[in-house]
């Protein structure tokens, strides 16, 4: 199981550049505006932050190098999937506008989506 940590490095990767471009078509879609200038690198930069804060909190998942763990079914999703589920719940039930609640929900989103595709090929390949 030392391929863990490479596939979460990986989904960082690709979650941070699908969130980028998920958030800017939903900024272009709610705004209607054209200027990019200043608001490309305020959304790269929070989104990016946003995808390290879930990062952080999928850490747990690097105990599935441990046999016992990654054998328990239960413990398996508790650890892999709790941190991005975890972040989806706490956007849900913050105080803020809909548009940074909307912004939180497309990243974690994207990252659990991202998160599943690649525990489904680790999985598949063992």
């Known amino acids: 199981m030392k391929i863990i940590p490479k596939q ?3 989904v960082f990767l690709f979650s941070v550049i699908l969130s980028i ?9 709610e ?9 490309l690198p305020k ?4 989104v990016t932050f946003l995808n390290i804060i879930i990062f952080v909190m999928t850490l747990p998942a690097m105990f599935l190098v441990n046999p016992q763990y990654w054998n328990n079914r239960i413990v398996r999703f508790l ?3 709790g941190g991005s589920v975890v972040f989806i719940i706490t ?3 913050m105080k ?3 548009a940074g609640r909307m912004v939180y929900l497309i990243t974690g ?3 659990l989506v991202v998160h599943a595709v690649f525990y489904y090929l680790l999985v598949k390949k063992r």
């Open 8 to 10: 979460l490095f990986r």
């Open 109 to 111: 989103g994207i990252f």
């Open 21 to 29: 471009a998920a958030v800017c078509v939903y900024y272009n879609i």
């Open 43 to 46: 959304i790269m930069e929070n």
């Open 96 to 98: 803020m506008t809909p």
């Open 31 to 39: 705004q209607k505006s054209d200027d990019y200038t200043k608001t």
């Open 91 to 93: 956007a849900l039930s």
């Open 79 to 81: 650890l892999y999937f």
